[in-house]
């Protein structure tokens, strides 16, 4: 099935649940199915065939996802532009995905100029929520409302989403038919509940929003905030009765922090999922506390899609309960849909408890990088998918996500992993969120050194956050310089950019390990 025959399925079944909600109001499915169909037929009455691409340049809003099932319906392929992303990263994307149409939202229309400027292929925009000429109304204007006749292979291109980009260019990943109704039967294993109600509140150009489209077949509401806000989001679960939603930890972090949290009703939540880094162990027994027995925890990246590997709600509660530390420092075991192994450098699968490289096998992976033919060889190489990702798993299969490949750190000769730190630093209760690199250092090579972002109103001094890391890690592993600073660097979608921390320490060197 094409990815749009899902959602065609969810309106079948529900045509009257209120498919996209936002401030403007609520779209049912059977208006959403309409609403496709109409911006579908425009796209095929301005000559844009099945293949090409088409961005949607804008923040969370109903209409502006209606562009992405439209384009969807077309056959034309998504490429996710995130608005928070830099001009220079933005006309990268488009040029990189070959991007000929241009949604936008009003707001932005400085941006869209100076992108089209940058970026001649693409030759048309159209503007979501404008009058006139150039509008979304004048787009489809006269088109009709019956499905055009698209046939599409499992195999072809649906959607062309940006790897995460933290440790260079970002590579176009190319999601096909066949890698979507992967994820879509995956979700419906894992994550069904009554009266299903999906908050995205994190960028629909990322997680949330490939959560929304592998949801429809059940007939999900999707809820959109305009972006991040904690008081709005612990608003929207108790106002929508909210049963999904995802999160990075550091957005999780802030809604902890908020001297509101603990008074609002979250009864309705069945599933919060945490991914893209891994959570602190005391954080996430916060957040158990806080909202119930419903946190998901998993790993997964761009390349995988959702549900590689799966920590369920009632596994984590009763590790909470027993006071497993230890297992709740792991992402869960292998999805329904993937096998997970750990690989050294000679491709051996390893036993457990050995670290090595996580790799996956799974008909949901990707189908390759966009234009990057030696980048996809490369993920493939042996018939697993490399993930780049360091783990081990234990002796029940659970899978423990230790660091990126690229960002370890060697002192003294000993190889420390950043993650495992940050993930003891972040327990600290003055901190709201840490990045830990190696700075440069004569004897050791590299000093293992934490960046802090402190809480609002608390405080901390270096030997504290010192002394608290040596009591749970090792004498190599332990910080031994911390610094303070008012705000973290992130990424348009929230995750810690622990590349731009580092590059200030080796700024001017002619090598930076």
Same mark, same amino acid.
């Given at each position: 099935?094409?990815?749009?025959e899902?959602f065609d399925?969810g309106?079948e079944?529900?045509?009257?649940r209120a ?5 403007r109001?609520?779209?049912s ?5 309409l609403s ?7 796209l095929? !009455? &301005? ?6 691409k +088409? /961005?949607?340049?804008?923040?969370n %809003?109903?209409? #502006? ?5 439209g384009?969807?319906r ?8 995130n608005?928070?992303?830099s001009?220079?990263d ?6 990189n995905?070959?991007v ?5 939202q009003?707001?932005?229309?400085d941006n869209?100029?100076a992108?089209r400027?940058?970026?001649?292929q ?7 929520d404008?009058?006139g000429?150039g509008?979304l109304?004048?787009?489809?204007a006269?088109?009709a409302?019956?499905s ?18 933290t440790s260079?260019l970002?590579?176009a ?10 994820m ?6 894992l994550? !069904? &509940? ?6 995205? +509140? /994190?960028?629909m150009?990322?997680? %949330?929003?490939? #959560?929304?489209l592998?949801?429809?077949a ?7 905030l ?6 709005l989001?612990m ?11 995802f999160?990075p930890p550091?957005a ?12 609002r009703?979250?009864?309705s ?6 991914s893209?880094?891994p959570m602190?162990i005391?954080?996430?027994k916060e ?12 790993f ?5 899609g959702?549900?590689g ?6 596994e ?11 297992r709740?420092?792991?992402v ?7 096998r997970?192994e ?9 036993p457990?408890?050995?670290?090595g490289e996580?790799?996956m096998?799974s008909?949901q992976l990707?189908?390759?990088y ?19 990702d360091?783990?081990m798993?234990d ?8 660091d ?6 060697i002192?003294g000769?000993?190889?420390?992993y ?5 993930r ?5 209760p ?6 830990v690199?190696?700075?440069p250092?004569e ?5 293992v050194t934490?960046?802090?972002?402190l809480?609002?109103g608390r405080?901390?001094?270096s030997?504290?956050?010192?002394a608290?890391c040596?009591?749970?890690?090792s004498g190599?592993?332990?910080p ?7 705000e973290?660097?992130r990424?348009?979608?929230?995750k810690v950019?622990r590349r731009?921390?580092?590059?200030p320490f080796?700024?001017?060197r002619e090598?930076?390990?």
């Amino acid at each position: 099935m094409r990815l749009i025959e899902h959602f065609d399925r969810g309106a079948e079944r529900f045509p009257g649940r209120a498919f996209l909600v936002d401030e403007r109001g609520s779209l049912s499915y059977a208006a959403a199915r309409l609403s496709s169909h109409r911006i579908a037929n425009a796209l095929a !009455r &301005a000559g844009f065939r099945p293949g090409s691409k +088409a /961005a949607v340049y804008s923040a969370n %809003a109903a209409r #502006s996802f209606e562009c992405v099932m439209g384009v969807i319906r077309a056959g034309l392929v998504w490429v996710p532009v995130n608005v928070r992303n830099s001009i220079d990263d933005s006309a990268f994307t488009l040029d990189n995905c070959e991007v000929e149409l241009l949604f936008y939202q009003h707001a932005f229309a400085d941006n869209v100029h100076a992108l089209r400027a940058r970026c001649p292929q693409v030759r048309a925009a159209v503007c979501i929520d404008g009058d006139g000429a150039g509008s979304l109304d004048a787009f489809t204007a006269g088109c009709a409302d019956v499905s055009p006749d698209v046939p599409q292979s499992p195999d072809d291109v649906v959607t062309l989403f940006s790897s995460g980009g933290t440790s260079g260019l970002p590579k176009a990943v190319m999601m096909t038919n066949r890698c979507w109704e992967a994820m879509v039967l995956g979700c419906q294993i894992l994550l !069904r &509940a009554e009266n299903p109600v999906h908050l995205v +509140a /994190a960028p629909m150009t990322h997680a %949330a929003g490939g #959560s929304a489209l592998a949801y429809a077949a059940m007939g999900m509401t999707n809820v959109m905030l305009p972006g991040f806000d904690p008081q709005l989001v612990m608003e929207a679960i108790e106002r929508h009765r909210v049963t999904h939603l995802f999160l990075p930890p550091t957005a999780i972090y802030r809604l902890l922090a908020h001297p509101d949290v603990r008074r609002r009703d979250y009864s309705s939540l069945r599933f919060f999922q945490c991914s893209s880094a891994p959570m602190s162990i005391v954080k996430l027994k916060e957040a158990v506390e806080v909202f119930g027995p419903v946190m998901i925890n998993g790993f997964g990246q761009t390349e995988t899609g959702l549900n590689g590997t799966v920590f369920p709600p009632a596994e984590i509660a009763a590790a909470v309960a027993s006071g497993d530390d230890r297992r709740l420092g792991s992402v869960g075991r292998a999805g329904p849909l993937f096998r997970v192994e750990i690989m050294d450098d000679e491709g051996r699968l390893l036993p457990p408890e050995t670290p090595g490289e996580i790799v996956m096998q799974s008909y949901q992976l990707f189908a390759g990088y966009y234009r990057n033919e030696a980048e996809t060889l490369a993920s493939r190489a042996g018939g697993w998918h490399h993930t780049g990702d360091i783990g081990m798993k234990d002796a029940d299969g659970y899978l423990y996500v230790v660091d990126r490949k690229k960002d370890m750190i060697i002192s003294g000769g000993f190889n420390v992993y950043p993650a495992e730190v940050e993930r003891v630093v972040a327990d600290h209760p003055a901190v709201q969120d840490c990045a830990v690199v190696g700075a440069p250092h004569e004897e050791w090579g590299e000093l293992v050194t934490a960046v802090v972002e402190l809480k609002a109103g608390r405080q901390a001094t270096s030997a504290e956050i010192i002394a608290f890391c040596r009591e749970r890690l090792s004498g190599v592993k332990t910080p031994k310089a911390v610094q303070f600073v008012a705000e973290l660097p992130r990424s348009p979608v929230g995750k810690v950019l622990r590349r731009k921390v580092r590059e200030p320490f080796w700024a001017g060197r002619e090598r930076s390990i």
